[in-house]
């Protein structure tokens, strides 16, 4: 039961980036195309599952024992940042037809904040199920991370359904472009705010 609502709480109530607002970058800049949201999310996804374990191991077997916790932001950017390339070579290597159809998006990971705040609020979060408040441990760790980039993909998804919409649409001049996908973005997170007495 914890991980059900560890996972309605991730991608529905608390939803990263109409809840939390992180990673509106890309939101609003690769959101043109269902396609390249897809892609985009998918990328964001996976960065998000293997980061989320490593820093995770990094915080707990090594900043933490040393007493460096506030080391924490620097240590997890360079892992965030090193995993991406490994991840990018490894790609490269083993199938190139996925690293050609992930192209520009798995740089463009190494900045997106949703990757790093996944990886802070782990660290730092803690959940209470009916009892006491508790850190969170590896499974469940993970199971907020895969979920929060669930939520991230099915923003993003959804976002380009609209926007892909819009183009068709008769829309005034003024609002063309960046001032209607912000006002779409507005409604969308309104939205989502109706999941919010959900857990």
Do not use: W
Request: include cysteine; hydrophobic fraction near 55%.
């Amino acid at each position: 039961m914890e991980y059900i609502i560890i996972i309605i709480s991730a991608v529905f109530v608390n939803n990263i980036l109409l809840s939390q607002f992180l990673g509106i970058c890309p939101f609003l800049g690769v959101s043109n195309k269902v396609n390249t949201a897809v892609g985009m999310s998918g990328a964001v996804c996976f960065v998000i599952g293997v980061s989320t374990f490593f820093t995770y191991l990094l915080n707990k077997y090594l900043l933490v024992p040393l007493g460096i916790e506030f080391m924490q932001t620097v240590a997890f950017i360079v892992v965030i940042a090193a995993l991406v390339q490994m991840v990018e070579i490894i790609l490269k290597k083993i199938s190139p037809s996925l690293y050609q159809a992930l192209g520009i998006y798995l740089p463009l990971i190494t900045t997106n904040c949703a990757v790093l705040g996944v990886a802070l609020i782990v660290v730092t979060k803690e959940f209470s199920f009916g009892g006491e408040p508790h850190m969170m441990n590896l499974a469940e760790s993970m199971v907020y991370a895969v979920s929060t980039a669930l939520g991230y993909g099915l923003a993003m998804i959804l976002f380009a359904g609209m926007r892909e919409q819009l183009e068709l649409s008769d829309v005034p001049e003024s609002f063309k472009g960046i001032p209607i996908a912000l006002v779409t973005a507005g409604i969308l997170a309104t939205a989502f705010m109706g999941f919010s007495g959900l857990v």
